[in-house]
Structure formats: C-alpha cells, structure tokens
C-alpha cells in the first residue's frame, strides 16, 4: 500500500530563473555542483526517453503491478473506513481522529523507520509491512462481517497500520532507486504515483459499490487478499539485477547525523516545511468530502466515492504529466502549492454541487504535482547513504503533521461547517506556500520583480543584488 503517494544528485538548473530556489542549492565550496555528496562527479547519463521508460525495468514491472492491486484494495478500505466510522458516531471529528490515529506512529517513529530501512534490505523489509498491511485488513473484514465492530476497534487498527507504514514508506521509496537505477527514478517516482492515482479512481468506485451493495466488511476483506500481489511481486524478483547500494553500518548518532544533513541544506528543509503545512492543513481530504457529501449536500457513500474518483482521476493526470517532465523544479513546486491552496478555498465556496464537482480534479492535478515535485526533488538531492533517514524525515512531516491537523479540522469542520473547515485549509496552505517561496528566493539571491506595464512579464524571480560586503544565502562560505 502507498500511503503517500527520488538519483544520486540533484539536475543543474538551466539558468538563475528556472527556479525559485535552483540557486539556492549551489553546492558548498570544495564540492561539484548537482553531485551528492559521496557520489562520484563524471559525465552526465543522458536520461532515457518516454513517459513509461522505468517499466522497461522487470523488478519494476513486478513490482509496479502488485503495487496497482493492492492499491486499489487499500482505496476500497479508505472508503469504507472513513463511511463505517461516520455511520458509527455521525461525526466528522472521529473520522479525524481516525485518520489521525493511522498517521500518528509517523510523527512518533519516522525517523527511526529510516534509520531502518538504511541498514537492512529494503525488499525484505516490505516483504513483512506488505503481510502485515494484509492483516489489518483481514482483521476488519472479520470485526464488521461478525457484526462486532466497534468504533475502538477501527482505531486500533488505524494505529497499527500506521506503525507497520513507519518502516513501509521509507523503505518503499528507497527501494525505487534499487530496482530502477538513479537515470529513471525520476520517472519511476512519477509512475509510483501514476499506479496509485489510478487505484484511487477505480477504488473508491468499488468500494461505494460494495458499501451499498453488501456494507463495509466486504471491502476490508479484499483489501486484505489484495497484498497478495505486491508479496508475490517481490518474491518473484531477480535480485541480481537490483542495484547496489551500500548499507549504512550500526553506530551511534545516525538520527541526529540525518537531521544535521537536512539542516543543512535549504533546499531540502524547506522543501520539506512547505509539504509538512501542506499534508497537515490541506490534504485532510477524508474529513471534507465525508463532511460536504453527508451534511452540506446530503448524499449517500455513491457520492463520496464519486467525489474522490474525480480527484484521483485529477491527480492521475498530474502524475503522467510529472512523469514526462524531465527536472523536478522548486518554482514549480511553490506555485503548485500556491495554486492549490487557492483551489481549496474556491471549492469551498462554491455555491452549487457541480461547481464543487468540477473543482475535485484541479485540486486532484496540483496536489499530485507538489507530491511528485517534492518526492523527487528531495530524492534527487540526497546522498544515497542518506537517502532512507531523509525520505523518513520527508514522510513523517508531510504524513505525520496529519495526526496534528487532523483532529483540529475536523473540529473545525463539527463546530464552524464543511465549508469553513475546508477554507482554513485552503488559506493556510497559500500563506505556508508564499512565505517560503520568499524565504527561498531570497536564500537563492533572487527578489520578486511585480511589473504592471503592458507587454512585460508581470510576477517573476530576479537576481538580488546583494548589499556591500553581504553574499547570497546559498554561496556564502
């Protein structure tokens, strides 16, 4: 299961405005620039062609196509959690404090998990999460089609699957580069997304279906028998043809020796504090579409799973069109996030269902974009020794932040109504993208150019001319 939806060095910008932050992350002195740090500078491989080149890959053809089934199991169950949850208590802050309780071990252990995943092989590690994923599934199917579940009992399982997800999410993301090699693991992340994106359009169709048709227990059961295809996948897999990559030694201080790394490169914090506002005020998606589809439009789970095909059909767009890109910019990233948060705050006010309808799949397109823009900007920039404690810090804030914004908008969403709870989320998740997008044009030595004048470029990023004796964030010694 993917709960989200990474080369050995970060692309060259093409030039001082490419990007907001491109600059930014000139390399330190004594080191080449777009060469992680442990990497090996030479020649540039020229990048292969074609919008599914990683699936030339068969590892990643294995791994990709039990990732689509269990995928779509996994949506199912979203579906059917978030619906037997508010048919238990009629209340959108449970279903919060569901999504939060799933998300919480991340914010408490992520940077273990990484830690983890570092030292010990990625495949057999998902070999155990995948099995043990199956089983929270097929411990709810039995709960519901029993007749004796509970709404304790959903938070229980919540809470163990997100404690199986702290060692899955980052030795899933680890492992891309291993099967796929560093010159397509842009596309492959790209594609990850692409699989998921199209189990969220077939899944909760499926599961709206089954829920009406035969109610919950159903989906849980085939969510469970579906992570039979990502073990048989790995179990199938030529391990000689996996790509080496060295395994961090057991010592002491490797967390704190992940967190310096990070703390000091901007490219990657801040990065990683834009999607950290963004996944925990504006990804609470189960608390919104539960709460416009059953108290502001008064419709059944039909209408939920119709609500989230339609931004996963949005977000299965944005991942084919990240997939043929061939940089993940920073720029890109902040007026993803700028354009998201905008979106947001429309659909909540939208006076009519069909113009809330029409906005799911924009919102579907820009919040895929910031996802793969992020995942791969982060991965590309990070030393392989690296690459599991920064990819674990990564997820625990962008995951992780959920179990804090979470029950805060669903309480929100009880107290204040759908739509106000879905505009917070919106609005802080524009202040969060025009505040660091600031903050990282000027670490790149760049400014905000507004210029009104007809036939001029209007908004863009040009380079700051320091004052006397100061230099740029991003050279300084």
Known sequence: ?????????????????????????????????????????????????????????????????????????????????????????????AVGITTALQFLPMLLFGLYGGVIADRFSKRKLLLFTQSAMGMTGLALAVLTLSGNIQVWHVYLVAFVLGLVTVLDNPSRQA??????????????????????????LIGPAVGGALITAFGSGWAFLLNGVSFLAPIAGLLMMRTAELHKVDRVPRSKGQLREGLRYVSGRPDLIWTIVLVGFIGTFGFNFPIWLTAFTYHVYHQGAGTYALFNSLMAAGSLVG????????????????????????????????????????????????????????NSSVQ???DPLMRGRVMALFMMVFVGGTP??????????????????????GLISLLAAVLIGLILARAGG??????LRPGHRHVAFVPRVPASGEAPLATAA
């Open 1 to 93: 299961m993917s709960t989200g939806s990474g080369a050995d060095s970060a692309p060259a910008p093409n030039s001082p405005q490419d990007t907001v932050s491109d600059d930014a992350t000139a390399a330190p002195a004594g080191r080449t620039p777009g060469v992680a740090p442990g990497s090996t500078a030479g020649p540039a491989a020229a990048p292969r062609k074609g919008m599914f080149s990683s699936l030339r890959v068969r590892n990643y053809r294995l791994f990709a196509t039990g990732q689509v089934v269990s995928n779509t199991g996994t949506w199912m169950q979203r579906i059917a959690q978030d619906w037997l949850v508010l048919s238990l208590t009629g209340s959108s802050t």
């Open 175 to 200: 492992f891309v580069v291993e099967m796929v090699g560093k010159e397509d693991l842009r596309n492959a992340v790209s594609l990850n997304s692409a699989n998921f994106q199209s189990a969220r």
């Open 319 to 374: 991942a084919l069109l990240a997939a043929r890109r061939s940089s993940s910019r920073l720029r890109l990233l902040v007026g993803a996030a700028v354009v998201f948060g905008v979106l947001e705050m429309a659909a909540a006010l939208a006076p009519s269902f069909w113009i809330f309808v029409v906005l799911l799949a924009p919102i579907g397109v820009v919040g895929l974009t910031i996802n793969v823009t992020a």
């Open 380 to 382: 590309m920039a990070t």
């Open 404 to 425: 804090l914004g979470a029950p805060v908008v669903g309480w929100i969403t009880d107290t204040y109504g759908a739509r106000v709870g879905f505009l917070s989320g």
């Open 446 to 451: 760049l400014r905000l150019k507004i210029d």
